[in-house]
């Protein structure tokens, strides 16, 4: 075997690997590893879930952090780069998404903890008033970066930001707090293996 046979060789097998370690949920396809921001932070995929509601699979989830971890409230505190994406696996309207992100934000925070974040929330609505419709397919990226804020993505464009780690606590603690709407998925996106 050549040099350059053995180069190309070497390549295919890292190659094979690489993809070998991405996921697959409801045929959403996940890479293991991620880079975001200006400065190409690389995130890991902490876990991964469907988000059921009555007897619908309305999207997959996915929690993306610099290094796994299983804790909840240690990611809420931990003021790190975060990703948390989502691939709609059914159609919804602009209003049906805000309002179930807004019922869930109702839900998992007490008043006083929402009182100071009503404003960046209308900001976060307004983002997806323009979308119109998610349609199944859309994804939404919703990064977190301690110097920007939180910076919403929709099918790779950039739609808003909004600053303050408060506002993104809040909102990874409808999917990973100590009251999530979905139990089951906290656990797929905490890693967290059903026994």
Not at 30 to 52: C, F, K, Q, W
Request: proline residues 5%; aromatic residues 6%.
């Amino acid at each position: 075997m050549s040099l350059r046979e053995a180069v190309v060789a070497l390549l295919l097998c890292v190659a094979a690997a690489a993809s070998a370690a991405d996921v697959e949920v409801e045929g959403v396809k996940l890479p293991e590893r991620i880079h975001i921001g200006a400065d190409r932070s690389e995130l890991v995929l902490n876990g991964a879930g469907v988000r059921v509601r009555f007897i619908f699979n309305v999207y997959v989830a996915a929690l993306y952090l610099p290094a796994r971890m299983a804790d909840g409230e240690a990611i809420l505190r931990d003021n790190r780069p975060s990703r948390l994406f989502l691939q709609m696996l059914r159609n919804l309207t602009s209003d049906q998404l805000t309002s179930l992100i807004n019922d869930a934000l109702h839900e998992t925070l007490t008043p006083e903890q929402r009182l100071p974040l009503e404003s960046r929330m209308k900001q976060f609505n307004a983002i997806f008033e323009t979308l119109g419709e998610a349609r199944k397919g859309v994804q939404i990226a919703i990064d977190y970066l301690p110097q920007l804020g939180t910076i919403v993505r929709i099918n790779g464009v950039e739609k808003g930001r909004i600053p303050g780690a408060d506002f993104n606590q809040a909102l990874l603690r409808i999917w990973i707090g100590d009251r999530p709407r979905d139990p089951e998925l906290r656990k797929a996106m905490l890693g967290i293996r059903a026994n």
